[in-house]
DNA sequence: GCCAACCCATACGTTTTCGGTATGCCAATG
DNA sequence: CATTGGCATACCGAAAACGTATGGGTTGGC
């Protein structure tokens, strides 16, 4: 079944004549008048009464042009959804992020979203630093909003800002009564560490700050996400050293502090595969800037 | 757009693979990549990836693959459709018929045909004798029982029964007393006639009869239908030689006798155009056979 | 009543497109 | 480093479609 004899017979059945039909498909009569009677020699019945005065469908003709004319319809409406999901005009978007950036960065960035790409569907996803780089390789999701950025060959990066290191603590701790707490403050004191630097890049980093001003802190627990970290503060189990956006989500009873001479930050990143070369990438991209630029 | 190219693409983005959809497809890779990237270049945008693990659909891809499977189904169907209709299994049959026999015919012919042809849709519509012509050649109904036959070049005919000539009056009327009226006794009496044998058929028959019988009638009226006629003949203006079926859409009042030595009889015929193949036609005589049979 | 106009069907040569075979490239694997 | 699996490219033969020329039938006008 060829869609072109579709379209001819389409044609001819609009026109009711082959010669007229035929010149509005820019071709001649003849070979139209072949295509017609392939077509019904592949049905197996005649499509049209030829009369002198043209061509009118018989009751199998009209069976088929129902069903031919929506499914033209339907392929080049497919064309048609092919092209605007290509264009970013539609389509679906998967946005990961991590916790710690949901608070700070969501309720700037949904609205600006939906009000650049309307007809195309969002969706969201909070990730974990084990799972991210995975949930992007497998198109789970189609950007990641991270902290800090991903490191693979496969996945590409656009640091959009980033976030000092602040000190996370219960609200009765004598700490909180400084309006910055010097690094050497925390000599000794416990610590809620996220996991290790192999699975989560931005234990690193607070290693790395602790190193350089020469602190040592006991790591108490190690914990999943910075939402557990917390937790464990509030409990009393130690300090954590977050970047300053996560106090947006932290509950009532911690308080951040700023770390004096500690200029240390982690950086806020979009992710996505190399190989992704939808258009709605970039426009997420600016959309996550300007959310950025507004926290 | 072409069809094939869809069929193709289905196949790959089902098998997730060249090769494997190739091999479904009873052909070969090369040719089979070819037309992926055919599709591609005419919708202006990858629809795979191309992994080292074989082929993935992009969100485009998906978007057309919803589209092109129902259009592929669509087309498929249609063609079914008009496989069906030509074949007698769907379509629509109108049927015209002429009052004179729905009485007769109507009750038996109807259910024996929606038991024939499940799945056919079926009209009817009643014909007058000047207009049935017209109605079968330009299609507006594809059957038409009639009486007598429809001669013309364009319309092929079955004759399926025939009916006997019967005298029609009024309950009260002298002649209703005899279980059999002589010719002889007609002589005289008033006629309401229809129409004139060039519009009427029907018409010629009375005349050929009452000639042969040397009787004559002066024509009172002429009416347009049988149903006009027993009007009249109800209302005592006149008599009425009508065929033996007419009795059974007779009023009350009206009495049908039959007419000794007249043998003369009008045929019932089944009428279409000689250009309809559809096989209902064919279905549609076996039923209206069996209903004359069962009269 | 004949001729012109119209419309569809057939025939044939040309061009386009499609499918098959051979082969190359790349990455993953052992 | 060689092998395997998967897609892409090149080239050739085959099939399908298109255009031109032409035939046959009917309608309508002179």
Redesign the interface.
């Known amino acids: ?4 004899r ?1 379209r001819y017979f389409v044609a001819v059945a609009e026109a009711r004549s082959l010669g007229k039909a035929a010149e509005r498909l820019r071709m001649a009569q003849p070979p139209l008048s072949v295509q017609i009677r392939k077509l019904e020699a ?6 049209f ?1 030829r009369g002198t005065r043209g061509m009118d469908l ?7 042009l ?3 004319s ?3 319809a ?6 048609e ?7 970013g005009k ?3 978007l998967s946005v990961g992020y991590m916790f710690v950036l949901a608070n700070a960065m969501l309720p700037r960035l949904i609205p600006e979203l939906r009000r650049s790409v309307p007809g195309v569907d969002l969706e969201f996803a909070e990730l974990s630093a084990s799972t991210r780089e995975a949930r992007l390789l497998d198109r789970s999701v189609t950007v990641a909003l991270c902290m800090p950025a991903i490191n693979h060959p496969e996945i590409q990066v656009a640091r959009i800002g980033a976030q000092p290191f602040m000190l996370a603590m219960p609200i009765r701790s004598p700490l909180a009564r400084l309006a910055a707490v010097p690094m050497a403050r925390l000599q000794g004191r416990p610590l809620i560490a996220l996991p290790p630097p192999e699975q989560d890049p931005a234990s690193s980093a607070v290693a790395a700050l602790l190193r350089r001003h020469q602190v040592v802190m006991p790591i108490m627990s190690r914990v999943e996400t910075v939402h557990s970290a917390m937790s464990l503060v509030l409990a009393g189990e130690g300090l954590a050293i977050l970047p300053a956006c996560a106090r947006l989500g932290a509950p009532r009873g911690i308080v951040f502090r700023p770390l004096r001479d500690a200029t240390d930050s982690l950086d806020i990143a979009v992710c996505w595969r190399r ?1 992704s ?2 258009p709605l990438i970039g426009t997420f991209l600016k959309c996550a800037e300007k959310a950025v630029a507004r926290m």
Chains 1, 2 share one sequence.
């Open positions: 079944m060829d869609l072109r579709l592949e049905i197996g019945a005649p499509l009464h018989t009751e199998a003709g009209q069976a088929l129902a069903r031919a929506e499914a033209m339907l392929a080049a409406d497919g064309v959804a092919a092209r605007a999901v290509a264009a539609r389509g679906r190989d070369h939808s």
